[in-house]
């Protein structure tokens, strides 16, 4: 019976609970694994804070937002002995390997722990899909649908009132969410922070809209800054508690666009509802594949790798290819998305 | 035949369609009614702005957020000979009299054009529920229904994290909102207008959930003012368009949980995906019944009336009645809810 | 400190959770109750299955669909000396009296039991929604809600193949269901057993709605049976498993509507469906208050009632008058729906 | 300026507006292509009956279920002379081709109007996802979705009441909604024409599930044949108005499972309620996008072919190739979903 530690770090993200049930329903029927949760990410690992996980653990879970094991932002390698500490743990609980799923810190963190003979697996997990070598992660389908769901309503207020609408969307380093909840919701601009244009193009597009006989709908990425600006609203500034700042690319266009154009405008920051809730259906078959992938590559002693879709397929990469690198929207897709503005 | 005249007016609220389609049919299947439809509320009767609302018109329309007739905040006594112009309008348009559907504001209006002579009958519209003689406006519940469905979201990246979660509702000047979503999303906290807590009492109730191990979540109305407080980030202030500004109690609680607490505390503020949208069936059937209701009276030549909710029952009650009070959530209600917290 | 036992008893019902929520919470928080669960309903209390039910035992369970508790069919009442048997459970685990959760069958056993000197107060739980003496019951607005969800999606298949399309909805003594979610999504005829109307009058309103180029949408009650006819479908009948068959109407609907109108017609069956899953937030309110309330008479002394919504407020009414007849959707709501037809 | 003809055939299908308005915009902005629709699939062509498409005409309409050109299953080539009158109508309306939404039937025919010289491409159209040469169809995701959200409904029924739940998804030759639906929501038997088992096989799967103290859940597709059994209650049988009858399997399940494993089961047919309604956020992206390809492919003469999804690109591949296969769910991928059984 080979023992695996399993754990999710990071922001909260939907699907987190289907990769742990597809993980050890697979590992207990499949492969002869046997699992233990590690709380709170890293943390439990440094700490120490583990729960069993048979099977019993994991029934009925995949539909539920969040994580049965809770997550946080420590990293196992900020201090001096991380890696030593994170053996020691392995041993203790005499574990052949870890699952980790987590974003681009985790990853790479897994990475570095994988170079330095730790065996560790894994799973990539954002909203946000701006990581490489997958061609989704799970919670990004979940984002854009709540996303879109919300957009929908702010559409018809603003067609009720002939007024611009403003929805700002996560993404803090890629536009993905915005790109396809913009295309979804049938926005007159979208704007991501790889593709900067000036508030005076915006403003066109939203007027052209307007004398259209349109409520114009602007979707807007957290991280977009227009061409020729210096971010004074500091879309990546900090707030009071040193986090940065949501809501400041919003404000900021609510005030200029309404100043340009001449049309009323109301800007709504969608905020954490993003990345809460239940999987939609999507999100639970890629987060259920992902989990069992990872098992099956514990079972074959694959470590150091991460798993991935590509197409509808779930392979494994070499974990130092999967990191290092955000996937932002290429310029083909942004052409794609523009013929559709204004 | 006679000729009726209908508008929505005031801020977008889900039902006003259903309300509109209820009329309609309803006048022209069975009290011989035919309509005609004034573009953005009041602003349409002043500068004379129409369109037919025959029964194609109005087909298939129940279902969608939004007005097909546009809305306003035009109030059409603002100036001087406002009535005139009113009574010039359905002179025009050979109009037996008005159907209005709004708020506060414009049921107000209706009572004073009413007392003057011109015929109107009033639908109450708010998703903040605050009107009196109703026991239920049509679009709460749709409100309430986006909010749980959001706090849900924002409560398991609570549970993840072990964080406290501020949810800010809308309700300027009761807490109806905030009061059922709270319940319904199972708060910790529910902060509403009509019943100042300091903020030590509010931290206690965060602090309780946190120790029996519970993610605390508080769900604040926009109007919340601490006890003790003198609202310095201004509930009731202005931003810079000259509108009253949401977030200001979201994000003072935020901050001042936080450092009161010790637990990491995140603030959303839901905003206008609240106030848009497809209506619940609950709004549907009302909306639809209340402009049934609205037309049976016109038919009757029950001038100046109101018509509302009780119990099962649709009524009609008089304008100078139902207009003039806030209807705030009872001091009952309140203490029940509190029975939850902590 | 009062020991209360409660059990929920009968079909599923979006709101069985946060009644129960309700109950333990004001209970353990404000009247020094504490509560024992009964597993599967009587079948519980008769076989002495029970589990405690500490305030941790209903953390979060509001907003999920079923009951913690567990349910069944079972009649305390069926085999001789159940009385004696609900006594001596009682007296086993101490309890002042019982809180049932359930419909009709429950509440008649209740009230029996009353009569006879056990504590009892019980708690209205159908989503049919045709018990009398409350307003609504919980679960109801569920059951519409995903009634119409499901109603508007038939439609817009409807509406691309200029199909008829009908919707068969629970209902098995009145048609409260189908009235409100053929209100909610525009039906062009609404057919409950209270109002027999007979095939050509359906096929009437089918013809009048196509003319008019729309698809027509019919939303039945299982149990309706068209005037003239004699259910050769057997409405009533019983399937190979001794339970009342569903579809038997929509079927008949099907080919006879097909056949006198020439339009071609689809009938889909909701099921199951409409009696589990998530309550909507106004289900979630309605149970969590009257969970308290039943509560509170408790403490009280308050046995031999029934807590009901009136109005806004909750109240208690005699068991006595609560039970022994079903509440049959009236006359004049259905003549208020019948103008929206054809 | 390019003209164009568009139609949409066969079943509905969520997106199908989407690609409507993706093919319109993207003609009219970037490719200087102007459209004309038919009306009804072929029917419009061969009769006929054709509407304007200009931009106007598709505002908002990319997240409104069913298509506003309407649908039908009339086959242009089920007559001899079909070509002819298909060449005659794009004459007489000067269009330098066509663009089919359809099927397997209507991609059949498009090919064969290819080859004898007529401008076509195609849109592959198909809730099942068995359409090859593309890894997901527009609407799948949308059905998937919904048939969850209905399962997850049924699951807590069961649970409350111990029993065994049957839901039968769409798929006539293959299993995808089946597979999807039933991973999402932790299925403990997914039943799919491509893998027949035994009655005594599924009854232990559920059998083992109940031991475990769940509540067992089938998902089931339609056309579903256990091993062994002749389908008695002919799943590709005709219903009395010639088409194929939904439920048979649902119906034989019920029946067999209880009798072989003595557990209460309920089998709910979700039928029509799969196919209709909003797209998810997925659909209206990919629907969206392959609709722009289809005038791109159009505006650059590429007829003959057949937009498709591959991994994250939209690419084209030969109308010959993409048809005549049906794309059945491989044998990998059932084995994976089978590791979560019993």
Known sequence: MKRVGI????????????????????GEQTHGCEFIGFRDGWRGVLEDDTLPLPRSAVRGISRLGGTILGTSRTNPLSETGGHAVVSAAMGRH?????????GEGTLTAARILSDSGINVIGVPKTIDNDLGATDYTFGFDTAVQTATEAIDRLRTTGESHHRCMIAEVMGRNAGWI????????????ILIPEHRVPLNQIA????????????????????????GQKAP??????DTFGRPRLGGIAMLLEQQLQ???????????????QRGGEPTAFDRVLATRLGM?????????????MVSLRGTRISTVDLGVAVGTVKVVPESRYREARELFG
């Open 259 to 273: 100043e340009m154009t001449g049309i009323e405008t109301r800007a709504t920051v969608l905020g954490h509802i």
């Open 94 to 102: 005499r574990l052949a390997g870890l699952i980790a799923i987590g």
């Open 178 to 189: 915005a790109l396809h909840a913009g295309m979804a919701a049938g926005a007159h601009a």
């Open 7 to 26: 754990l999710t770090s990071g922001g909260d993200c939907p699907g987190l609970n289907a990769v742990i049930r597809g993980a050890v329903l697979s």
């Open 293 to 305: 992938a990872a098992t099956r590559a514990a079972a074959a002693g694959g470590w150091g790798t």
């Open 233 to 238: 609203y500091s879309p990546r500034g900090l």
């Open 204 to 227: 066109a597009w939203v007027s052209s809209a307007h004398d259209r006989g349109r409520a114009p709908l602007v979707v807007v990425a957290e991280a977009f800054v227009p061409a």
